[in-house]
T-cell receptor, first 112, second 114 residues
Framework: SQQGEEDPQALSIQEGENATMNCSYK?????LQWYRQNSGRGLVHLIL?????REKHSGRLRVTLDTSKKSSSLLITASRAADTASYFC????????????FGQGTRLTINP | ETGVTQSPTHLIKTRGQQVTLRCSSQ?????VSWYQQALGQGPQFIFQ???????GRGNFPPRFSGLQFPNYSSELNVNALELDDSALYLC?????????????FGPGTRLTVL
C-alpha cells in the first residue's frame, strides 16, 4: 500500500528556478526520507528527517516536516538540468522489518 | 553509486515461467530488502531478510519467495509469472539495528513478462 502521496505528480520549471514538492502520509512515523530516481534506475537517498525535527538542509535541498499535518516538503533551490528525475518520499515503518513505504513520486523536469 | 549490485539488468520471460533475481549487498550490511516498482508507481515492499531469516513481508503472494546467504547476498524468486509481474525489481541493503535507517539501493532488474 502507498503511504505517502506526492504533490504535484509532475512539475516542469526553468533552470535556475526553485522546485517544491510536497508529500502527505497517513500514519505515525519514525522518520521520513526523500529519494531521487533517474529514468527508472535505482533510487538515490537524498535526505532523512526524523519525526522530532522540523527542518533539515543538505546543499541545495531543504526538507520540512510537519507531523501535526502529516506532511513534508522538499525544496530544491537553483535547479539544474541534472536535477531532472522522479522524487519520492518514503516513510519509515519500524514495526518488524525496516520497511520503507513510498509515495507515487513527483516527476520533475528542468528545462534549459 | 552504492555498493549494491543486481543481476541480471534486464530479463524477458513468458507467463507461467519462474525467475530468479540476485542482489549483492553493500559491504558490512546484513539486511536486504526487495521492492517491486511498476511503471509510473513508487516502489512497493516485497520482503526483507536479516541475517538469513525473513524479517517482514509485504502484500505479495507466496509465489514470491527469497533467500539470504551467509555473505548476506540475496535472491528473489518468482514462480508462475503473471503479466502484472512486469516491473523494476529493486533490492536495498542496510545495517539492521542502526539508528541511521538509510537503505542503499541497487540499480534494479527490469523484468518483462510476455
Amino acid at each position: 500500500s502507498q503511504q505517502g502521496e506526492e504533490d504535484p505528480q509532475a512539475l516542469s520549471i526553468q533552470e535556475g528556478e526553485n522546485a517544491t514538492m510536497n508529500c502527505s502520509y497517513k500514519t505515525s512515523i519514525n522518520n521520513l526520507q526523500w529519494y531521487r530516481q533517474n529514468s527508472g534506475r535505482g533510487l538515490v537517498h537524498l535526505i532523512l528527517i526524523r519525526s522530532n525535527e522540523r527542518e533539515k538542509h543538505s546543499g541545495r535541498l531543504r526538507v520540512t516536516l510537519d507531523t501535526s499535518k502529516k506532511s513534508s516538503s522538499l525544496l530544491i533551490t537553483a535547479s539544474r538540468a541534472a536535477d531532472t528525475a522522479s522524487y519520492f518520499c518514503a516513510t519509515y515503518e519500524i514495526q518488524g522489518a525496516q520497511k520503507l513505504v513510498f509515495g507515487q513520486g513527483t516527476r520533475l523536469t528542468i528545462n534549459p | 553509486e552504492t555498493g549494491v549490485t543486481q543481476s541480471p539488468t534486464h530479463l524477458i520471460k513468458t507467463r507461467g515461467q519462474q525467475v530468479t533475481l540476485r542482489c549483492s549487498s553493500q559491504s558490512g550490511h546484513n539486511t536486504v530488502s526487495w521492492y517491486q516498482q511498476a511503471l509510473g508507481q513508487g516502489p512497493q515492499f516485497i520482503f526483507q531478510y536479516y541475517r538469513e531469516e525473513e524479517n517482514g513481508r509485504g502484500n505479495f503472494p507466496p509465489r514470491f519467495s527469497g533467500l539470504q546467504f551467509p555473505n548476506y547476498s540475496s535472491e528473489l524468486n518468482v514462480n508462475a509469472l503473471e503479466l502484472d509481474d512486469s516491473a523494476l525489481y529493486l533490492c536495498a541493503s542496510s545495517l539492521g539495528g542502526t539508528a541511521t535507517l538509510e537503505q542503499f539501493f541497487g540499480p534494479g532488474t527490469r523484468l518483462t513478462v510476455l
